[in-house]
Nanobody, 122 residues
Framework: QVQLQESGPGLVKPSQTLSLTCIVSGATIRTSAYYWTWIRQPPGKALEWMGAIHYSGNTYYSPSLNGRTSISRDNAKNTVYLQMNSLQPEDTAVYYC??????????????WGQGTQVTVSS
């Protein structure tokens, strides 16, 4: 069973950089079928896909975030990271780490972390 555990600062001031960590257990992030994804949900709004990283190191980002996002991983620590700069109050959201399992080019299942609340406020 794949388990994901997000962690982060909770409260960030406007214009600062957010750094989130997703520790993975029950699977290795160096698996070709897995895409490690970050998703967020602002209060009262829909889920928003932010980006993903593949075991190969290829990364994919939502254009709506205007290049503010960076996703990386540490294979030795089996951990995936999210960095997002120039935070604004509208970036307040619950941030989720998710892994999508892809087989024959199609997503077959996914696993979610419990999410971590990030509030952007001075």
């Amino acid at each position: 069973q794949v388990q994901l555990q997000e962690s982060g600062p909770g409260l960030v001031k406007p214009s600062q950089t957010l750094s989130l960590t997703c520790i993975v257990s029950g699977a290795t992030i160096r698996t070709s079928a897995y895409y490690w994804t970050w998703i967020r949900q602002p209060p009262g709004k829909a889920l928003e896909w932010m980006g993903a990283i593949h075991y190969s190191g290829n990364t994919y980002y939502s254009p709506s975030l205007n290049g503010r996002t960076s996703i990386s991983r540490d294979n030795a620590k089996n951990t995936v990271y999210l960095q997002m700069n120039s935070l604004q109050p509208e970036d307040t959201a619950v941030y989720y780490c998710k892994v999508v399992v892809v087989r024959l080019g199609r997503p077959t299942r996914d696993y979610w972390g419990q999410g971590t609340q990030v509030t952007v406020s001075s």
